[in-house]
């Protein structure tokens, strides 16, 4: 699904909030919020003017409660004029990558000039819920559900969580508990000296709590030791391995990127960040949402007569370490270049907006990082899916 056949589609700006922890520092910013501080930091690091931009592609997964298109309400609250068009995309954890690929196959059919790609998430204030209450009821108990798990989290089609499908994953693969606690300490030691290092400094927009000013990611824990992943109780089954110490943590947080074809570009003269290749997508089984992220990165490699160590970079959510220890095996990818600066299982996952923050990171290394050319960015799909975009150096 080549997006640049005639005139590439290029990256020229990107931000993204800190990650908030489930209950942490952005606790009191609504998910809305958090996409309007992204969108606004975006446009005050543009040289162009919000009139410019000619639609917005926002991804946003736990819906319940939110209110009436989220993704417009964040146009309306930020400082893009009321008149610019939005969509709302809800694909689970590929929401806010399937939002920019949204954008630029607007761009590529020559339907915009100038587009905003990304997603927002606050698994903070997902609220409770009483299914099948309209009604009411006369007697008895009566059940609340949690948005967060029943609108991102737990697979409809096969009636489990997400975690119970990734453990199914490690029966089949034959992944030890110490192979995912491995991961998950390197991916706490990564991401605590990329955050040390001030390698997202840049990228980051502060977010006004209104108590404070959040300008560093939360999440990483860099004095955890094995020993103490081991000692973890496992989270889906009580004879288990995946636990809260090798998945994904729950998390708030938004990010976009601005997108425009090279000639634009160059007519508006605006320096590009990165280029935009080619995305694909590919879907399994449900209970095999796992091994379509496999199949994601050797389609879009084969389509682009790409090697995998052509790639430099490999930005694939962790949703789970167990995932992300299939896939480097399965592929072959060197473990420094997955998820070089740490990952989920250190920063969190907002489901929605994660595609949009890795999208904004990794074309940021892309921008200021010699030895990266090529970059991979993506994640698994609830439902048996995956998505990836392939990202170049300008």
Same mark, same amino acid.
């Given at each position: 699904?080549?997006?640049?056949?005639?005139?590439?589609?290029?990256?020229?700006?990107?931000?993204?909030?800190?990650?908030?922890?489930?209950?942490?520092?952005?606790?009191?910013?609504?998910?809305?919020?958090? =996409?309007?501080?992204?969108?606004?930091?975006?446009?005050?690091?543009?040289?162009?003017?919000?009139?410019?931009?000619?639609?917005?592609?926002?991804?946003?997964?736990?819906?319940?409660?939110?209110?009436?298109?989220?993704?417009?309400?964040?146009?309306?609250?930020?400082?893009?004029?009321?008149?610019?068009?939005?969509?709302?995309?809800?694909?689970?954890?590929?929401?806010?990558?399937?939002?920019?690929?949204?954008?630029?196959?607007?761009?590529?059919?020559?339907?915009?000039?100038?587009?905003?790609?990304?997603?927002?998430?606050? /698994?903070?204030?997902?609220?409770?819920?009483?299914?099948? #209450?309209?009604?009411?009821?006369?007697? %008895?108990?009566?059940?609340?559900?949690?948005?967060?798990?029943?609108?991102?989290?737990?697979?409809? @089609?096969?009636?489990?969580?997400?975690?119970? !499908?990734?453990?199914?994953?490690?029966?089949?693969?034959?992944?030890?508990?110490?192979?995912?606690?491995?991961?998950?300490?390197?991916?706490?030691?990564?991401?605590?000296?990329?955050?040390?290092?001030? &390698?997202?400094?840049?990228?980051?927009?502060?977010?006004?709590?209104?108590?404070?000013?959040?300008?560093?990611?939360? %999440?990483?824990?860099?004095?955890?030791?094995?020993?103490?992943? &081991?000692?973890?109780?496992?989270?889906?089954?009580?004879?288990?391995?995946?636990?809260?110490? @090798?998945?994904?943590?729950?998390?708030?947080?938004?990010?976009?990127?601005?997108?425009?074809?090279?000639?634009?570009? =160059?007519?508006?003269?605006?320096?590009?960040?990165?280029?935009?290749?080619?995305?694909?997508?590919?879907?399994?089984?449900?209970?095999?949402?796992?091994?379509?992220?496999?199949?994601?990165?050797?389609?879009?490699?084969?389509?682009?007569?790409? &090697?995998?160590?052509?790639?430099?970079? #490999?930005? !694939?959510?962790?949703?789970? &370490?167990?995932?992300?220890? #299939?896939?480097?095996?399965?592929? %072959?990818?060197?473990?420094?270049?997955?998820?070089?600066?740490?990952?989920?299982?250190?920063? *969190?996952?907002? !489901?929605?907006?994660? %595609?949009?923050?890795?999208?904004?990171?990794?074309? #940021?290394?892309?921008?200021?990082?010699?030895?990266?050319?090529?970059?991979?960015?993506? /994640?698994?799909?609830?439902? *048996?899916?995956?998505?990836?975009?392939?990202?170049?150096?300008?």
């Amino acid at each position: 699904m080549s997006v640049h056949d005639s005139d590439s589609i290029v990256v020229l700006e990107g931000t993204r909030t800190p990650h908030g922890t489930l209950l942490g520092s952005l606790a009191d910013v609504d998910a809305v919020s958090l =996409a309007e501080t992204a969108i606004d930091g975006l446009l005050e690091r543009t040289p162009l003017e919000g009139t410019a931009i000619d639609w917005v592609s926002l991804g946003n997964a736990i819906q319940a409660g939110i209110g009436q298109v989220p993704g417009r309400q964040a146009v309306v609250e930020s400082d893009l004029p009321n008149e610019t068009p939005a969509t709302t995309v809800n694909e689970a954890s590929g929401s806010g990558l399937r939002a920019i690929t949204l954008a630029a196959d607007r761009i590529a059919a020559g339907r915009a000039d100038l587009t905003i790609g990304g997603g927002f998430e606050s /698994m903070t204030n997902a609220p409770w819920i009483l299914p099948d #209450y309209r009604t009411g009821r006369r007697h %008895g108990d009566v059940t609340i559900k949690d948005s967060m798990i029943l609108d991102s989290l737990w697979d409809r @089609n096969l009636d489990v969580h997400m975690g119970e !499908i990734t453990e199914r994953l490690v029966d089949r693969e034959d992944i030890s508990r110490e192979a995912q606690d491995e991961y998950a300490l390197e991916s706490h030691r990564r991401a605590a000296e990329a955050i040390e290092s001030g &390698a997202f400094d840049e990228e980051i927009v502060p977010v006004d709590t209104g108590g404070e000013t959040v300008e560093r990611d939360e %999440g990483p824990r860099p004095d955890s030791t094995l020993e103490d992943l &081991a000692e973890l109780p496992p989270s889906f089954r009580d004879d288990g391995t995946i636990t809260p110490g @090798n998945a994904s943590k729950l998390s708030d947080g938004a990010g976009v990127v601005l997108l425009a074809s090279e000639s634009v570009a =160059a007519d508006r003269d605006c320096e590009p960040m990165a280029r935009l290749v080619d995305y694909d997508l590919a879907y399994r089984d449900p209970d095999e949402f796992n091994e379509a992220v496999g199949d994601v990165v050797e389609a879009l490699l084969a389509d682009n007569g790409l &090697a995998v160590e052509d790639v430099d970079a #490999y930005w !694939i959510n962790e949703a789970f &370490a167990a995932q992300s220890v #299939y896939v480097m095996e399965r592929l %072959g990818i060197p473990r420094d270049r997955l998820n070089p600066q740490g990952g989920a299982v250190a920063f *969190g996952h907002p !489901i929605g907006g994660s %595609g949009g923050m890795l999208a904004a990171s990794l074309a #940021y290394q892309l921008r200021d990082d010699p030895d990266v050319d090529r970059g991979l960015v993506g /994640m698994s799909v609830g439902g *048996g899916g995956a998505i990836m975009a392939l990202l170049e150096s300008v």
